[in-house]
């Protein structure tokens, strides 16, 4: 009898030891990932002053950050890895719609249509973008650090009040500026007859894009301001599943 249960103590404290090694591997990559996204957007706003110190212009910015922009962006989406496996207590839906609408807008719309790259909404939304990932990436660092000072924590939970509405403005009227160039040049547009007999236009696609701003900012804003007050207020938030 003895024997069986040191046997079982045995098991048990192995498994503890496990999920302690699993636990501290999965802390040590998620400190090392937001030490360096935080890193890279830093690196991007010191490109953008010193850019714009130099030139005394926003015309050009953006292709001069381009291939940095393309890179942490694209990179975000292992945020989503992280939530679909269990490693962070996300909603995939939730990170899934924000990551992809972000590389979207780089991929798709500001890096695809050259002549909309000058435009101030672009520089609307890379401001935006770059202050909420640079306050978000280092509250998340200083917070696996278990050493979070207030001011990133309020920070992280008070800016997105206005730089979240300034940011949708910002990606909004990008959008609106690219129409008419995709509309005369046709891209990522299929015409029929073709050998695959699918029709598809992208300038109308991208007025489906905008309108899709009206039912998702309103749910993704709300969510936000649920976790402000669960964060700052210490408020208990019952989410219904997503």
Request: charged share 20%.
């Amino acid at each position: 009898m003895a024997s069986s249960e040191e046997d079982g103590t045995v098991e048990e404290k192995e498994n503890n030891n496990k999920k302690r090694t699993k636990s501290a591997l999965i802390t040590a990559w998620l400190t090392f990932y937001n030490i360096a996204m935080t890193a890279g957007w830093l690196v991007l706003a010191i490109t953008m002053m010193r850019f714009y110190i130099q030139k005394g212009t926003h015309k050009g910015l953006y292709r001069s950050i381009a291939r940095t922009l393309k890179f942490f962006q694209t990179f975000a989406l292992v945020e989503v890895l992280h939530c679909a496996v269990g490693i962070v207590r996300t909603s995939v839906i939730v990170t899934g719609v924000q990551v992809c609408s972000r590389i979207y807008m780089v991929w798709f719309i500001t890096s695809s249509i050259r002549q909309i790259q000058n435009e101030e909404s672009v520089l609307l939304f890379l401001v935006v973008w770059t202050v909420t990932e640079i306050t978000r990436y280092s509250y998340y660092t200083f917070k696996l650090l278990h050493h979070l000072p207030y001011f990133i924590k309020w920070a992280r939970y008070n800016f997105f009040i206005i730089l979240y509405p300034l940011g949708v403005v910002g990606e909004l009227f990008t959008i609106y500026a690219a129409l008419p160039f995709v509309r005369r040049s046709g891209m990522y547009s299929m015409r029929l007859p073709n050998k695959y007999n699918v029709s598809f236009d992208y300038y109308y696609f991208l007025i489906i894009v905008m309108l899709s701003y009206i039912p998702l900012f309103p749910q993704l804003y709300l969510h936000m301001l649920r976790q402000r007050r669960r964060v700052l207020h210490g408020e208990v938030i019952v989410e219904k599943d997503d």
